[in-house]
């Protein structure tokens, strides 16, 4: 019978056994014979099926968000970046598609305690303003208008990417990359810096 050994063995178990079964199917017992333990010890260390999944989606959230952060902080191009992020955000959703809304619309969870909120609160934060870095980046080369609003545009942004979460699974021609290049496309005209778009009047219809 295996030890457990540290809690990134649990976590990892987990994420493979809702990966092949679905979190609904998937039982306790599925992630302790991963494992390669008895039931009992995994509840030792976890107090619920609710709690692994929380520490599966949050460790895969996290990774998204620092490689996010070092994208944005490097030398490439505003607009390789964003067609970069706009590609990382495509696979996060594809691969965790059940998972993934519920980070980017930070809906209420009850399952959550109060110091949980808030960790994921910030978390979410910081996603957004690696985004942001990324626009302001594009604005001060000259490459993004100055008339965005770069909260409002994040968060369109985002809603855009994470919309495939409620499609159908991807077919010929809908593969993550294939689904990117189009959405850079789509919003790249959009903020693209250039003559007069009209934001100055709608803003003050």
């Keep these: 019978m ?11 178990a987990a994420a493979k056994v809702f990966a092949d079964k679905g979190y609904d199917n998937a039982r306790i017992e ?7 333990v008895l039931q009992g010890s995994l509840y030792y260390h976890v107090s619920s099926k609710a709690a692994l999944l929380r520490l599966v989606t949050r460790q ?4 998204v968000v620092v490689k996010l952060e070092k994208l944005a902080a490097g030398r490439e191009a505003p ?9 990382a955000q495509q696979r996060y959703v594809d ?17 959550r305690t109060e110091i949980e909120a ?4 910030r978390l979410l934060s910081r996603y957004r303003e690696a985004w942001k ?16 609003d770069p909260t409002i545009t994040v968060l369109t942004l985002l809603g855009m990417c994470i919309a495939p979460a409620a499609w159908p699974p991807p077919g010929p021609g809908r593969s993550p990359g294939t689904l990117a290049a189009l959405q850079l496309e789509m919003v790249w005209s959009g903020l693209a810096a250039g003559p007069a778009t009209g934001l ?5 219809t």
């Design 2 to 12: 295996t030890k457990i050994r540290s809690r990134q063995q649990i976590v990892d």
């Design 30 to 36: 599925d992630i302790a014979k991963e494992l390669g």
């Design 60 to 63: 895969q959230f996290t990774e």
């Design 79 to 87: 607009r390789e970046k964003l067609k970069k992020a706009i590609r």
């Design 95 to 111: 691969r965790h598609r059940t998972a993934s809304p519920r980070w980017f619309t930070d809906a209420h969870d009850p399952r």
């Design 118 to 121: 808030e960790e994921d609160a």
């Design 133 to 148: 870095s990324i626009l302001k980046d594009g604005v001060a080369a000259g490459e993004i208008s100055p008339a965005i």
């Design 200 to 204: 100055d009047e709608a803003a003050g």
